[in-house]
């Protein structure tokens, strides 16, 4: 085998490892909600309590979101999450050609949850498949 296509091999099997799934994921769902009534239009952000990298979702009309960890994968590491919040408002709402889908009450109320360290939204990841239900103003 010649050196030029070793070299080929290595770099070959090492992107492999390197950009392969991370095992240790599992998918996640939920839906968030306050005083009963679905959040839309809201980033969900599961920051792991061990520091490491966070998975973030968004939610739709009914408030339901699936977590991503990057573009390509899907999921969220088992353990403790601190849980943060973001309006993220359309591009239309921004502009001014549709009207907010959450209230100045509902933002406001959202904004308290998004620096990591003042939310005391906790969530623990178990299982594979899990869904979880994120309750605000209960």
Not at 18 to 27: A, D, E, T, Y
Not at 71 to 80: I, Q
Not at 100 to 121: F, W
């Amino acid at each position: 085998m010649k050196v030029r296509t070793r070299w080929y091999l290595v770099a070959l099997v090492l992107f492999a490892g390197v950009s392969g799934c991370n095992s240790k994921l599992v998918p996640l769902t939920g839906r968030l909600t306050y005083q009963g009534k679905p959040v839309p239009s809201t980033e969900v952000f599961f920051q792991p309590d061990d520091g490491s990298r966070r998975s973030v979702g968004k939610t739709d009309d009914d408030g339901r979101f699936r977590l991503r960890f990057s573009h390509n994968e899907e999921g969220v590491s088992r353990g403790r999450h601190t849980v943060c919040l973001k309006y993220a408002p359309s591009d239309d709402e921004d502009q001014g050609k549709a009207p907010p889908k959450a209230s100045k009450e509902l933002q406001a109320v959202i904004a308290k949850y998004r620096d990591p360290a003042k939310s005391d939204l906790h969530v623990e990841v178990t299982k594979s498949g899990q869904d979880v239900e994120i309750k605000l103003g209960e």
